[in-house]
């Protein structure tokens, strides 16, 4: 049973451009969840989706980010226009059901933004 | 302010020794988890222990919870050179218990 995978596993982009993060979760998981860690520092919480559904994204900026979940296929985190503050550790988790159980993270998403 | 805050931030001690982190957060929580994080790579999940728990093991790994003082401990007995990791606790919320919150962790390094 393979984990949650996430790719690309580097990512460079250059201001302006958009960045697309992929995560595949874990064969059975149907609950999905994006945290972000900058350098030295722990993981934020960004957004909780199940398939078709944001359920909570309280932590995702206003602007610039979105997140989904289609019925078929990744988890998808976009950053549009990225800035050099989004340079960061993007990790995706997913869990078989809601709260109170492990979530299982993906090895992580390095954003460079030059 | 922020949950889930371990102590100490860095800790360095001897092959085979004991190695003990401690974890404060400050509202009612489901559960808390520990993970172990290599430099540059994903989370490991460690172990979780419930609200209703007072102490969990596995393998050289024992966790205590104290729900009154808010605060858990993780222990690594016999500690060897493959421990050295960032450990952090992450405190899942009576209310949105999906939504982690981690600590800044703590570098733990082993000597050989």
Known sequence: NAGVMQNPRHLVRRRGQEARLRCSP??????????????????????YLQKENIIDESGMPKERFSAEFP???????????????????????SSPDLGG?????GPGTRLTVT | SQQGEEDPQALSIQEGENATMNCSYKTSINNLQWYRQNSGRGLVHL?????????????RLRVTLDTSKKSSS??????????????FCATAPIQGAQKL????????????
């Not at chain 1, 078929?72 to 995706?92: K, N």
């Not at chain 1, 159980?101 to 993270?105: D, G, I, R």
């Not at chain 2, 993780?74 to 450990?87: C, E, G």
């Not at chain 2, 919150?101 to 050989?112: A, K």
């Open chain 1, 71 to 93: 019925k078929e296929g990744p988890s998808i985190l976009r950053i549009q226009q990225v800035v050099r503050g989004d340079s960061a550790a993007y990790f995706c988790a």
């Open chain 2, 47 to 59: 172990i979780l222990i419930r609200s209703n728990e007072r102490e969990k093991h596995s393998g």
């Open chain 2, 74 to 87: 993780l222990l690594i007995t016999a500690s060897r050179a493959a421990d050295t990791a960032s450990y």
């Open chain 1, 101 to 105: 159980s492990e979530q299982y993270f």
């Open chain 2, 101 to 112: 919150v981690f600590g800044q962790g703590t570098r733990l390094t082993i000597n050989p």
């Open chain 1, 26 to 47: 874990m064969k059975g998981h149907s609950h999905v969840y994006w945290y972000r860690q900058l350098p030295e520092e722990g993981l934020k919480f960004m957004v």
